[in-house]
Nanobody, 123 residues
Framework: QVHVVESGGGLVQAGGSLRLSCATS????????RAWFRQAPGDEREAVAA???????QYADSVKGRFTISPDNALNTLYLRMDSLKPEDTAKYYC?????????????????WGQGTQVTVSS
């Protein structure tokens, strides 16, 4: 049974940093596509960053140069380092995984999701 659990969210001032963690179990972590998405109230869920089983990484344009996705295959954990945070980064952040995807940054491609962790950036 696949489990996906996010942690690390919180309240931070603009310009600050946070690191989100996504602990997983029940599948071969390194063989899956793994991604971070986010959703603000009233908005659609949008991609933040993703990595495939070959280590290929994609970022949303809005976070390029500020966010870094990284997997720890030994711990079956996916991280999202977020620097230079802006108020518009405020959202609930979700971790998602899938055995195979056609497009890394499309939410509907992913099979398993966590419950999310809230990130709030104050101005």
């Amino acid at each position: 049974q696949v489990h996906v659990v996010e942690s690390g969210g919180g309240l931070v001032q603009a310009g600050g940093s946070l690191r989100l963690s996504c602990a997983t179990s029940g599948f071969t972590f390194s063989n899956y596509a793994r991604a971070w998405f986010r959703q603000a109230p009233g908005d659609e869920r949008e991609a933040v960053a993703a990595i495939d089983d070959d280590g290929y990484v994609q970022y949303a344009d809005s976070v390029k140069g500020r966010f870094t996705i990284s997997p720890d295959n030994a711990l079956n954990t996916l991280y999202l380092r977020m620097d230079s945070l802006k108020p518009e980064d405020t959202a609930k952040y979700y971790c998602a995984v899938a055995a195979w995807v056609r497009q890394l940054l499309i939410p509907s491609e992913y099979t398993y999701w966590g419950q999310g962790t809230q990130v709030t950036v104050s101005s």
